[in-house]
T-cell receptor, first 116, second 110 residues
Framework: EAGVVQSPRYKIIEKKQPVAFWCNPI?????LYWYLQNLGQGPELLIR????????DSQLPKDRFSAERLKGVDSTLKIQPAELGDSAVYLC??????????????FGEGSRLTVL | GEDVEQSLFLSVREGDSSVINCTYT??????LYWYKQEPGAGLQLLTY?????DMKQDQRLTVLLNKKDKHLSLRIADTQTGDSAIYFC??????????FGRGTSLIVHP
């Protein structure tokens, strides 16, 4: 079974530039999560999708961040314009669905963003 | 929402036992998890415990849950250098969405 795939693994941009991250979850996983992980911190939830619907985006800074999950499979997270403080690792995770078994999340390797 | 606290660093010698501690706030958490993160990688579920259990053992791993004190611990027996990583405690809250602590960096010395 293929794991959660994220790209790019690394991205370096100048401030005020746009950036986009892509995530392909495990096949059959209905729930998709985007987490932000700052250096030395645990992951913090940005947005959660149940199929194509964003059901929890309260922590997503909507002035510059946007996300979509068309067709309920792949997802894209965009930042426009990027700020210095956005430098972090953006983790994508998927799970079978809320309430399904133990709620285990399967994480991708993350996309490390550096904003100069 | 859930708030999870854990110590930031733990250093042990190879072959010793490691104990990583965590406290959480949300008593409605159905599951409590331990995730492991190796350098440059995403998190991977190490083990979990259901909230109606006190203890769970899985090979070298022992999880202890004290619901009264909202305290969770992970014991790794015979710690190896390959166990060096960051260990995250997480509670599911009432919604099965994990809230993670800051992580404990486990350093294993030969």
């Amino acid at each position: 079974e293929a794991g959660v795939v994220q790209s790019p693994r690394y991205k370096i941009i100048e401030k005020k530039q746009p950036v986009a991250f892509w995530c392909n979850p495990i096949s059959g996983h209905n729930t998709l999560y985007w987490y932000l992980q700052n250096l030395g911190q645990g992951p913090e939830l940005l947005i959660r999708y149940e199929n194509e619907e964003a059901v929890d985006d309260s922590q997503l800074p909507k002035d510059r961040f946007s996300a979509e999950r068309l067709k309920g499979v792949d997802s894209t997270l965009k930042i426009q314009p990027a700020e210095l403080g956005d430098s972090a690792v953006y983790l994508c995770a998927s799970s079978r669905g809320q309430g399904a078994d133990t709620g285990e999340l399967f994480f991708g390797e993350g996309s490390r963003l550096t904003v100069l | 929402g859930e708030d999870v606290e854990q110590s930031l660093f733990l250093s042990v010698r190879e072959g010793d036992s490691s104990v990583i501690n965590c406290t959480y706030t949300d008593s409605s958490s159905t599951y409590l998890y331990w995730y492991k993160q190796e350098p440059g990688a995403g998190l991977q579920l190490l083990t979990y415990i259901f909230s109606n259990m006190d203890m769970k053992q899985d090979q070298r791993l022992t999880v202890l849950l004290n619901k009264k004190d909202k305290h969770l611990s992970l014991r790794i027996a015979d710690t190896q250098t390959g166990d060096s990583a960051i260990y995250f405690c997480a509670g599911s809250g009432g919604s099965y969405i994990p809230t993670f602590g800051r992580g404990t960096s486990l350093i294993v010395h030969p």
